[in-house]
């Protein structure tokens, strides 16, 4: 399942959430129930807003190591697992 990050108007602050794609959040009571948050502090109708991320896009040469693992490339890992 997706995160997505929403904003609460009322408090500024930013909340991380999981939920299905064909589902949206407008209000802060409409977040907890997706989120699982605590429904304490903030007015249950203050708008959310649901904030563009731009992905887990990574580029290989910001990496430590952009070179694929020896199981990636033909050699095999020992125990049948990278890094183990």
């Known amino acids: 399942?997706?995160?997505?990050?929403?904003?609460?108007?009322?408090?500024?602050?930013?909340?991380?959430?999981?939920?299905?794609?064909?589902?949206?959040?407008?209000?802060w009571a409409e977040l907890c129930e997706l989120g699982g948050l605590a429904l304490v502090g903030v007015d249950p109708n203050s708008k959310v807003?649901?904030?563009?991320?731009?992905?887990?896009?990574?580029?290989?040469?910001?990496l430590k190591n952009p070179e694929a693992p020896p199981c990636m490339s033909g050699g095999g890992c020992p125990g049948g697992r990278c890094g183990g």
């Not at 399942?1 to 209000?27: F, G, K, L, W």
């Not at 807003?49 to 910001?62: C, E, F, M, Q, Y």
């Open 49 to 62: 807003t649901r904030l563009i991320s731009g992905g887990g896009v990574v580029n290989s040469a910001s």
């Open 1 to 27: 399942m997706p995160s997505y990050d929403y904003r609460c108007e009322a408090n500024q602050q930013i909340y991380e959430v999981r939920h299905s794609m064909s589902e949206r959040a407008q209000t």
